[in-house]
RNA sequence: GCCCCCGUAGCUCAGUAGGAUAGAGCAGCGGUUUCCUAAACCGCGGGCCGCAGGUUCGAUUCCUGCCGGGGGUACCA
């Protein structure tokens, strides 16, 4: 094709199938094609001008008879579109032949990952803060189960630390009286907000709540007593919000629990040499001038998270040998974990330990952005939260209102108002990439329309209700050739990239990418449901014509099966009606 | 001061291994139901992609600086 530059093209491996595979990308208006290779990066190579090196190139293309696609150019793009029947073929039968387990893959086989998420503070109220990290990491858990990892949810309760010093000390000096048989928690918040005003004119305050933790920390009886109620209370407030929510976890464990593997690791950490004292505690020196060195003990001798984390990576990694450990946690707390992943490779570093049993690596902190409200932050320390339990009522309660107006002799509606009402929250957490700062907008979490939870739903409520209506039977291989419209082929396609869409999640760890495939594969059914004729009568799903009728309930059966994944690996029930 | 994240339509956000006229949803306005669930669908208006340079055939995307918002910055988590 061009013999002058031969040696050069050849050289590069320009047109060798691996190097085009690698560029190719995808158009951006599905209508171009499923495929596109863009040749603007080989004008220089190639001397010439792309419109020219595509026309070439398509004009020299082969296509073999069974390799179903059709080359276009378009200005310097070659685009090859995949016959739809073909495409159509091809998946509708998997889907409808593997039902649910379409889009699942052994690419995780053999591997273990744990994903932390949740990670509540004990004896604090459940606030949307902690919405996000619970939600995200519920379906990070099933997103990597799905691709055939060996998943461990792992909820690391907040139950250890200064806070319970202080919490203890509130408790003894104003709260003896109280009755925390009922609503232990709010009573709690009580004791530690007005533990922190008082502390604001009385420091001596922030002294004694240290004391009383360091107290905790040996072991002291009474304190680890007092210390041990308000963690049972609170944890039993917590399962029934899980519950609630369907959030699932493989095990719940806590700070607490490494208190006695502190005292091992700070003597590695000296053996190897890493450790010094500085204003009297004990540190790691990072050496790095972006990083403070990171606190293994305060002056006073009691431990910091930074200690209990590092031990638990290590206890995680003795117990599971994961090859990927997941900390979902929010984006303020970076600093954090770059501090106790240093201080962990140092070690590792100093210790000589083998490459392949080194952990230091595989640790990865999924951050994602705040969730704000208003112009004001929310923090517990303020007392200014939003009880999660609020927002579930609200949503809950809306939803039934909105089942009774538009659907009142549906027969569950309380269980449906529950599953929609979460919906609309969980996805209110997932509709945005991780990173973004997120604002708590009671309008946009309570909206049932749009891109929202509640849309996907009632599409899956829909589709269940045509397959109801359908009286034959749900064929796994359908006439494809009848599925011809626009809308049909733009329903395959995206039936057909969902098992890219799941990947694209794990990959980024961010639900966000199946999330918005539902969305775009919603509107294309909606659209198609809705299509109609030139007559200006809508063109139905179910109509006389037999052939063409079974054809679109396979469809119709698909998108179904697919919705109804897609939602089950965000955490989302799927209602077959509402 | 230093470090990290963010800045795109009135609002909330996509667009991120650099690519084809910058896309959705909400809000606004106007349509669609003798009804396979209108929580839907169609149409309209709406944009110096924070600002200024640089790299490139090509920058919303990469680099540098600045501006604006948020967070962090050793004895809280």
Redesign the pocket.
């Known amino acids: 094709m061009y013999p002058d530059v031969y040696d050069k093209v050849g050289n590069n491996e320009v047109f060798n199938p691996e190097f085009i595979y ?1 560029h190719l ?5 599905p209508k ?2 499923r495929f ?1 290779l ?1 040749v ?2 080989f ?2 190579l190639l001397a010439a001008k ?1 419109q020219d090196i595509a026309q070439a190139v398509a004009g020299a293309m082969t296509i073999p008879e069974h390799v179903p696609i059709t080359v276009e150019v ?4 070659i ?1 090859a579109k995949v016959d739809f029947s073909a495409l159509a073929e091809e998946s509708l039968v998997k889907i409808l032949s593997l039902q649910k387990e379409y889009g699942t893959e052994d690419i995780g086989e053999g591997k273990t990952v744990i994903v932390e998420y949740s990670s509540v ?1 004990i004896a604090k109220p459940f606030g949307i803060a902690h919405l996000r990290t619970t939600i995200l990491g519920n379906s990070l858990r099933l997103i990597l189960k799905k691709l055939g990892y060996n998943v461990i949810g792992m909820n690391y309760l ?1 139950d ?4 319970f010093g ?1 919490m203890i000390v509130a408790y003894r000096k104003w709260g003896n009286d109280i009755d925390l048989s009922d609503n232990p928690i709010e009573k709690l918040l009580e004791l530690y907000v007005r533990f922190h005003e008082e502390a604001r004119t009385n420091p001596e305050l ?1 002294d004694e ?2 004391k009383t ?1 360091k107290a905790l920390e040996s072991g002291d009886p009474e304190t680890v007593d007092l210390w041990k109620r308000f963690k049972d209370m609170s944890l039993a407030d917590y399962l029934k919000v899980y519950e609630q929510l369907g959030v699932e976890f493989d095990v719940i464990t806590g ?1 607490s629990f490494l208190n006695d593997k502190m005292e091992s690791l700070i003597e590695r950490l000296e053996k190897a040499g890493l450790t010094s004292v ?4 004990l ?1 790691v020196d990072l050496h790095d ?2 990083l ?2 990171c ?1 293994l ?4 001798g ?5 200690t ?1 984390d590092i031990v638990g990576a290590f206890w995680r990694w003795e117990e599971y040998h994961f090859d990927e450990a997941l900390y979902v946690v ?7 974990f770059k501090q106790v992943f240093k201080v962990i490779a140092m070690l590792e570093e100093a210790e000589q330990i083998p490459e392949q049993e080194r952990i230091a690596n595989r640790l990865k902190h999924v ?1 994602f ?2 969730v ?1 409200f208003g ?1 004001k ?1 929310m923090s517990t ?1 303020s007392g200014n939260i939003i009880y999660l339990t609020d927002v579930i009522n609200k949503a809950v309660t809306l ?1 039934r209102k ?2 009774r ?3 009142p002799g ?1 027969q569950t509606i309380d269980k ?2 529950e599953m ?1 009402g979460i919906g609309a929250v969980l996805f209110s957490q997932m ?3 991780r ?5 708590f ?1 009671w ?2 979490v309570l ?6 939870g ?2 996907l ?3 899956h ?2 589709l ?3 397959l ?3 009286d034959g039977e749900i064929t796994s291989n359908p006439d494809v050739s009848l599925l011809h419209g626009e809308e049909e082929e733009r329903i395959v396609e995206l039936l057909a990239d969902f098992p890219g869409a799941i990947r694209d999640a794990a990959r980024n760890y961010d639900p ?1 990418f199946i999330a ?1 495939h539902l ?1 775009k594969l ?2 294309a059914f ?2 198609f ?4 004729t030139p007559e ?1 009568r ?6 006389d014509d037999a052939p063409l009728t079974r054809a679109r309930i396979a469809l119709v059966r698909a998108v179904q099966v697919v919705i109804n994944e897609g939602l089950r690996l965000l955490g989302i029930k799927a ?4």
């Open positions: 690698e990308e995808k158009p951006k208006d171009m094609g596109a863009p603007f990066r004008t220089k792309p378009a200005g310097g793009f685009n503070n907040g250890w630390g200064t806070q202080k922030d709540a240290r933790f700070e500085s204003k009297g505690a540190i001038p972006q403070p060195p606190l003990k305060k002056a006073d009691a431990t910091l998270y930074a209990r929010a984006n303020s707390q970076s600093d954090h951050d952005g705040w704000k112009d932050t320390r939803a909105k089942i107006e538009k659907n549906l449906t108002a929609i509709s945005v990439r990173l973004k700062d997120v604002n907008i309008e946009d909206n049932f329309e749009g891109e929202t509640p849309y739903q009632y599409t409520a829909r269940c209700s045509l109801r209506n359908y966000y918005m969305i919603a509107g909606n659209r449901y809705q299509r109609k200006g809508i063109d139905k799903i179910i109509s209602p077959e009606e509402m």
